[in-house]
Antibody, heavy 121, light 108 residues
Framework: EVQLLESGGALVQPGESRRLSCSAS????????MSWVRQGPGKGLEWVAA????????YYADSVKGRFLISRDNSKNILYLEMNGLRAEDTALYYC??????????????WGHGTVVTVSS | EIILTQSPGTLSLSPGDGATLFCRAS???????VAWYQQRLGQAPRLLVY???STATGVPERFSGRGSGTEFILTISRLEPEDFAMYYC?????????FGQGTKVEIK
């Protein structure tokens, strides 16, 4: 059974940094691209970042480019999102999502339950 | 950036009705790389359709997708009580990947 378990969410102050983790199990982690997708309070879905199966290719939304860094450790089956320079508008529930295939441009066939990041002073 | 506009914003229907949801892209989506997700209240999204028309594993046959270019459609043939939820389209044909704003299917 595929399982994605996000962690690392917290209340942080504007400008601070935070690292999210997503522990994956139940599938061949290195064979699938992964993404982070967020959902602000009462809002729709916003794709944040993606990484290919090998970790060599990464993609970012314009709203986080230069501030967020997606990475993965295929030996530990963990996906990361390093978030720097956090802003109030980054407040959201952050989902880890598994892509159908190895190549990053792909639909997401499994999602975690999410971890909440709140940016406020 | 490809902007996805979903319509209508809200569909008020009864169980047993059919539902048609639209997703219009501001530019052509390469390879019909459009997916549809269902999100029930308080839950994570669930993949329904990918590649414009391929139904995901385990998804009931009453859900179907079609379309190409800039126009994509999700059809639910006969609404079951568990189908009343939010629905999002998503394009992954060109970066940055984007989602539509959602269509809420509510009980009339």
């Amino acid at each position: 059974e595929v399982q994605l378990l996000e962690s690392g969410g917290a209340l942080v102050q504007p400008g601070e940094s935070r690292r999210l983790s997503c522990s994956a199990s139940g599938f061949s982690f290195s064979s699938h691209a992964m993404s982070w997708v967020r959902q602000g309070p009462g809002k729709g879905l916003e794709w944040v970042a993606a990484i290919g199966g090998s970790g060599d290719s990464t993609y970012y939304a314009d709203s986080v480019k230069g501030r967020f860094l997606i990475s993965r450790d295929n030996s530990k089956n963990i996906l990361y999102l390093e978030m720097n320079g956090l802003r109030a508008e980054d407040t959201a529930l952050y989902y880890c999502a598994k892509a159908i295939g190895w190549y990053a441009p792909d639909a997401f066939d499994f999602w975690g339950h999410g971890t909440v990041v709140t940016v406020s002073s | 950036e490809i902007i996805l506009t979903q319509s209508p914003g809200t569909l008020s229907l009864s169980p047993g009705d059919g539902a048609t949801l639209f997703c219009r892209a501001s530019q052509r989506v390469d390879n019909s790389y459009v997916a549809w997700y269902q999100q029930r209240l308080g839950q994570a999204p669930r993949l329904l359709v990918y590649g414009g028309a391929s139904t995901a594993t385990g998804v009931p046959e009453r859900f179907s997708g079609r379309g190409s270019g800039t126009e994509f459609i999700l059809t639910i043939s006969r609404l079951e009580p568990e189908d009343f939820a939010m629905y999002y389209c998503h394009q992954y044909g060109s970066s940055p990947w984007t989602f539509g704003q959602g269509t809420k299917v509510e009980i009339k």
